[in-house]
């Protein structure tokens, strides 16, 4: 045991050993030695070498980012654990021409004096949803939370039980309504929902709300029933209280054509006479993190006096993102191309299967390599179309220890996050982008043939 510990080189030595920054350098050594120290204790055998080895190597590696690129081969578009939608090349251009510089954020340039960055989103999306007015605010938890501590602060607001979902991250809409002081009055059942459930409730005179969940992430099958937002919007015609619709992932486009079953999108919303809608932005839209909020001009004046608004703010360089992909909108044919997420959600079987069949010729090069394409399933994600399958292909990889192989994709330097089932793994070809194929087929080279 004794000699062992000898083995261990000092401090000084090993900083004296290396160029690289000192702070750095210190830092992995304590680390390598920690788990030399280790071995000693359970009286493994090891050199003073193989130290250095395992210092140099994670010196090698070493990024001072814990944030970093990772290749989605799961097939899932909207990956919640992979940062979701992936921005246009537009969208991050004006990331950079607005913070590299100094900005209008809050300044109008027209009038000379202080602005407010409310006013920056509000023409593009009136455009694309036909709302009076809108407010963004930093996601779509925020949004919620902002509409209700407004409107139902101290009041009741009424929510069919089968709307009370919980979404990623356990976020409950339950939750979230209790903690902005509103009063939930649940109505119906799980199931099944009646407009007399509401009925029963609207002369209730400290109602001031009747809040719409859109089940983005989950759908309900056999003997169920909801209300209708158009009914309900007859129902509180002649009163004072605010009809509501969160509407999640939301979406600005009909993705029927594409293959998707059919989705209220927000301009449907609004056309059906529902107040206020909410929606994320980082979703199905295909931009940054971000809510927005869109609907009647008086309640969102309302809510831009409400001082919990500058706690869900949003910065520059969110408003000049989201700007960005929303005016992307008003050539959806041109988006679909330059807009990776909305190319995902709308590209065809047979663009994905060429892709695959090109990844596939570069991984046969590769010797000793057991690899095939086969139909795959893809899904949007993200809390979005539960229930629609989107038929891909994806690349299947048989080998003897796939655990093995699985985490040296994962632990490259490209971090390709695939799946494995049936002991077997697969690169699906959905998620996967033409500039990434070179990166995979030198990961698995380097596996194969070291």
């Known amino acids: 045991m004794e000699n062992l510990y000898k083995k261990l080189p000092q401090m000084n030595e090993i900083l004296n050993r290396y160029d690289e920054n000192p702070v750095i350098v210190k830092d992995i050594a304590n680390s390598?030695?920690?788990?030399?120290?280790?071995?000693?204790?359970?009286?493994?055998?090891?050199?003073?070498?193989?130290?250095?080895s395992d210092?140099?190597?994670?010196?090698?590696?070493?990024?001072?980012?814990?944030?970093?690129?990772?290749?989605?081969?799961?097939g899932v578009i909207l990956h919640t654990n992979l940062g979701r939608a992936v921005l246009s090349r537009k969208s991050l251009e004006r990331i950079e021409k607005i913070g590299s510089s100094y900005s209008n954020l809050e300044y109008d340039v027209k009038k000379g004096a202080r602005g407010s960055r409310y006013t920056h989103l509000v023409d593009i999306v009136k455009k694309l949803t036909g709302a009076e007015d809108a407010l963004i605010?930093?996601?779509?938890?925020?949004?919620?939370?902002?509409?209700?501590?407004?409107?139902?602060q101290g009041k009741n607001a009424l929510i069919s039980r089968g709307e009370l979902v919980e979404i990623g991250g356990s976020f409950r809409i339950s939750e979230i309504m209790k903690k902005s002081g509103a009063n939930i009055i649940e109505v119906g059942a799980t199931n099944r929902t009646h407009l007399y459930d509401y009925e029963n409730e609207i002369d209730d005179e400290n109602l001031s709300a009747i809040v719409k969940v859109h089940k983005s992430n989950?759908?309900?099958?056999?003997?169920?029933?909801?209300?209708?937002?158009?009914?309900?919007?007859?129902?509180?015609?002649?009163?004072?209280?605010?009809?509501?619709?969160?509407?999640?992932?939301?979406?600005?486009?009909?993705?029927?054509?594409?293959?998707?079953?059919?989705?209220?999108?927000?301009?449907?919303?609004?056309?059906?006479?529902?107040d206020l809608v909410s929606f994320s932005c980082d979703k199905l839209i295909g931009g940054s993190q971000a809510g927005i909020i869109v609907g009647k001009k008086e309640y969102i004046a309302e809510m831009k006096k409400n001082q919990l608004l500058r706690a869900f703010r949003v910065d520059k360089l969110t408003l000049a993102s989201v700007e960005a992909t929303l005016i992307e909108y008003l050539d959806f044919e041109t988006m679909k191309e330059e807009n990776p997420t909305i190319r995902m959600i709308t590209e065809d079987e047979d663009t994905t299967k060429k892709r695959c069949q090109?990844?596939?010729?570069?991984?046969?090069?590769?010797?000793?390599?057991?690899?095939?394409?086969i139909e795959s399933e893809g899904k949007i994600g993200g809390g979005s179309y539960p229930l629609d399958i989107k038929k891909t292909y994806s690349i299947k990889i048989s080998d003897p220890n796939i655990t093995k192989l699985e985490r040296q994709l994962r632990l490259s330097d490209y971090h390709i996050i695939s799946?494995?089932?049936?002991?077997?793994?697969?690169?699906?070809?959905?998620?996967?982008?033409?500039?990434?194929?070179?990166?995979?087929?030198?990961?698995?080279?380097?596996?194969?043939?070291k």
């Open 32 to 52: 390598v030695l920690d788990d030399y120290r280790a071995k000693i204790a359970n009286k493994v055998d090891f050199e003073t070498e193989d130290i250095y």
């Open 55 to 74: 210092i140099d190597s994670m010196i090698n590696s070493y990024t001072p980012y814990s944030l970093y690129n990772v290749i989605n081969a799961t």
């Open 137 to 152: 605010v930093n996601n779509n938890a925020a949004a919620v939370f902002l509409v209700l501590n407004t409107f139902c």
């Open 218 to 274: 989950f759908q309900m099958v056999g003997y169920n029933e909801s209300v209708d937002t158009k009914d309900l919007k007859e129902l509180i015609a002649d009163r004072d209280i605010l009809l509501y619709e969160d509407l999640g992932s939301g979406s600005l486009i009909d993705l029927t054509p594409y293959g998707y079953s059919y989705e209220k999108t927000v301009g449907d919303c609004l056309n059906d006479g529902i």
């Open 358 to 373: 090109k990844l596939l010729r570069k991984i046969q090069k590769i010797k000793d390599v057991d690899a095939e394409i």
């Open 419 to 449: 799946t494995v089932h049936d002991g077997n793994l697969y690169l699906n070809a959905l998620t996967i982008f033409d500039k990434q194929i070179d990166d995979i087929y030198e990961t698995l080279k380097e596996y194969y043939e």
